[in-house]
């Protein structure tokens, strides 16, 4: 039997996106797309007279193509389109919408955004296969689900729990809601998990008790459903075990979609699979590419061997490699070669060079000047610039940010997920919120009440150029924005120390003739410290008379009198601002949840206070919806980890790998999750041994280098310093290629 489906598999830029847009097109367009890439017509002979061969290796390929062209003519297919992450999934969409003209309404989503869409859609059906009481399901974000499990845990996580676990209440609780949603994503009952963790970890006494973190997890589950409150384990795991295979959800799911298109199928869960089957064996055709030298969420709840047995339903298509522009066919095969090999004797082409230090310090600073000046002297662009390492410390951070800025050259840091709090404007706003509302005073102090009083009353500047250049010059740190201040620090001490009454219930903010001399503090400083004090106490007085509906509607008060002024904010502070209200709505939403289900367990003063908490923890970060500007693309050099270079799937003129000596190499710059390896299909429940994690580091390594080499065109910078930023020797995996290639010299 011909089989419809398509298995595209293709290194890192080898074409195969571009093939499933291609598939797509063929797919929704069967007449005009198919017809023309099967029949040819010769001079004087009516269309349809002969076939082309052109693009098969065989007459049986041929007949392959024209038996799936016949089988999509008889459908109207809809698709079902899926993409690794999210960035992914919004280029994809938008490939497919210019590719078909925008005559095809398209809705590509991530798997795990397509269970969550799933099971809310399908959410009665659930009640009724579940006995779940009727409400609407209300998502939990992970930073939500880590403080209500917190809570529902702590009277059993004790002092010996902690003890013997090794980590800290916070990374406890996260561990062990990891487990439900690598449990889920394989497939795996709740009720099993206490099963696959004791083959697992056998006699290890230096982890808790699988029972007991099973029991732990059916209480927090049960606790979840019963208010409605679904987080991302709870949601894959739902879909898996109970939508999927329910007659009614699938007589629906096959007919809404008779063709499945899935991008980079390396990085999906193994319970994607049970979906693609689902719709193959239903008569569906399907169309999936596969990268051997992804799966960069390996660890992190991909199962790229598993997903792999799908191409015995499909036609395979092997794509040539990288494309000739890349380093990766001529580089890879050397350089995997010395990592695996050290012993071998061989030195890297001219393409490869080094910048090599004796401390972290300088290697940051010779990196950014090399950087500079090759950008300066016009070798290469900003924008064809990357650096990637396997992790980014803030001093490294901020040190290559200021050294390139300083020389006018912007840099785009790829998911740079800082605390929410990190930022002076959200961290005056939160003051703000404690002088309004009572009962608050402990969480204000004077110096935050002289950085409110800053940042309120700034004044944004337009930008002296407002065309395009210049708005891609906008800085992404304070320093580079055009702001001016009413009250600067200094005063804004003054202020706090003389003006500011600490309570505990009612925190005060006292009129500035209080201060005997503040003559000193000048016209403009005192009449917008009036401004602020006028605005604080008509919603103090609004918030007594029950006038405010919520701290929300506070917030958002705050944002557009003294923050947003009628001017365009830099899109870095537009987003905190954005995820500060995102969360704000979130929280509240869950409380009001929670209140309904049980009214005494949460009051509007300790809903304030905790959330306040929350977010001075660090546990929020700046990741709204969408995590890109509006615009063209910014020139400016990326900075990320390997991690989430590799995730976003990009490529450039140069790299620079920092810290090539780091063994974080090995680990592909993301912690894998505790139990991941328990979870694979094709090792379900097996001990994870000392040999198994030294040949997992090794295929690893070998696929980050193959990978990393396929998305870069002309050279490669090995930046390594001899010490660490602890002052520990840098002995990792990488360093015989360091010592193989050409050292570089500062221009």
């Known amino acids: 039997m011909v089989s419809h489906s398509v298995w595209i598999v293709g290194t890192s830029r080898s074409g195969k996106t571009a093939r499933l847009v291609e598939q797509f097109c063929s797919w929704v367009q069967p007449e005009k797309q198919l017809t023309e890439s099967f029949y040819t017509k010769k001079p004087g002979q009516k269309k349809g007279d002969g076939f ?10 041929k007949g392959e193509r024209i038996a799936e062209f016949l089988y999509l003519k008889q459908t109207e297919p809809g698709v079902l389109v899926l993409a690794a992450n999210d960035d992914n999934r919004r280029e994809l969409g938008d490939i497919i919408v210019t590719s078909t003209l925008g005559k095809y309404p398209v809705r590509a989503k991530t798997p795990l955004g397509f269970f969550q869409d799933e ?14 009481k009727a409400q609407f399901p209300v998502r939990l974000r992970p930073e939500t689900e880590q403080e209500l499990a917190t809570k529902l845990w702590r009277p059993q996580l004790d002092e010996e729990i902690l003890r013997i676990a090794g980590v800290n209440e916070s990374r406890l609780v996260r561990r062990i809601l990891d487990l439900l949603q690598l449990a889920a994503y394989s ?11 004791a083959r697992g970890l056998g006699d290890n ?4 008790e699988p029972e007991f973190l099973a029991s732990l997890l059916l209480d927090w589950r049960n606790w979840c459903l019963e208010r409605g409150l679904l987080s991302y384990g709870i949601i894959t795991e739902l879909y898996s075990q ?8 699938q007589q629906h799911l096959t007919k809404r979609y008779q063709a499945v298109l899935a991008d980079d199928v390396d990085d999906y869960p193994s319970v994607a699979r049970l979906l693609f089957e689902l719709l193959l064996d239903q008569g569906a055709v ?22 792999e047995g799908l191409a015995e339903r499909c036609r395979v298509e092997i794509l040539t490699g990288p494309p000739p522009e890349s380093l990766g066919e001529e580089l890879t095969k050397q350089m995997v070669e ?9 030195s890297l082409p001219k393409m490869v060079h080094s910048i090599q230090t004796t401390s972290r310090a300088q290697l940051l600073r010779q990196t950014a000047e090399v950087i500079a000046n090759t950008i300066q002297s016009q070798q290469v662009q900003a924008e064809e610039v990357a650096i990637i390492a396997p992790g980014l410390d803030a001093i490294a951070r901020y040190t290559l940010v200021e050294i390139l800025i300083k020389q006018n050259i912007q840099v785009e840091s790829l998911n740079d997920q800082r605390p929410l709090v990190s930022s002076p404007v959200i961290r005056a706003l939160l003051t703000m919120l404690a002088l309004v509302y009572p009962g608050l005073g402990r969480l204000v102090d004077r110096d935050a009440v002289a950085e409110m009083l800053v940042v309120l009353s700034r004044k944004q500047q337009a930008p002296e150029n407002s065309s395009t250049d210049a708005m891609n010059r906008v800085s992404n740190t304070d320093a580079i924005n055009r702001v001016s201040t009413d009250i600067d620090p200094v005063r804004a001490g003054l202020i706090a120390d003389y003006c500011f009454v600490p309570h505990p219930d009612r925190p005060n903010l006292l009129p500035v003739s209080t201060f005997e001399r503040w003559d000193r503090i000048g016209y403009a400083a005192t009449t917008a410290y009036g401004e602020i004090l006028q605005w604080l106490e008509q919603q103090r007085s609004q918030q007594e008379l029950r006038l405010i509906p919520s701290p929300i509607s506070l917030l958002d008060r705050a944002i557009q009198r003294f923050l947003w002024n009628g001017s365009n904010l830099p899109y870095e502070q537009l987003a905190a601002l ?6 704000a709505q979130h929280y509240w939403e869950i409380d009001t949840r929670l209140r309904q289900i049980a009214p005494d367990e949460t009051t509007p003063h300790t809903t304030i206070i905790e959330f306040i908490q929350l977010l001075r923890r660090g546990t929020i970060t700046a990741n709204p919806y969408p995590v890109r500007p509006i615009g063209g693309a910014r020139r400016a050099v990326t900075l990320a980890t390997i991690f989430q270079y590799r995730s976003s799937r990009r490529s450039h003129r140069w790299h620079f790998w920092l810290d090539a000596g780091s063994p974080l190499w090995a680990k592909g710059g993301a912690a894998t999750l505790f139990g991941a390896p328990f979870f694979l299909q094709d090792r379900l429940g097996e001990p994870w041994t000392a040999e198994d994690e030294k040949l997992a580091e090794e295929q690893r390594l070998r696929r980050i280098l193959a990978d990393l080499l396929s998305r870069v065109s002309e050279r490669v910078y090995l930046c390594h310093s001899d010490l660490a930023v602890n002052g520990q020797e840098q002995l990792g995996p990488l360093l015989p290629l360091v010592n193989a290639c050409v050292t570089h010299s500062v221009i």
């Open 578 to 583: 954005r995820e500060l209200l995102e969360t």
């Open 187 to 197: 497939g795996v009952r709740c009720e099993d998990i206490a099963q696959i963790l």
């Open 205 to 208: 006494t230096t982890t808790l």
């Open 242 to 249: 109970y939508l999927l295979s329910d007659r009614n959800y």
């Open 286 to 307: 399907g169309a999936f590419s596969y990268n051997p030298d992804g799966a960069v969420r390996l660890g992190l709840g991909a199962d790229p061997n598993y997903l």
């Open 52 to 61: 082309s061969t052109r693009g098969f290796a065989n007459a049986n390929a």
């Open 119 to 132: 099971v809310i859609l399908f959410w009665p059906l659930l009640i009724n296969l579940l006995s779940l």
């Open 338 to 346: 010395l990592v695996t090999e050290p012993m071998v004797l061989l």
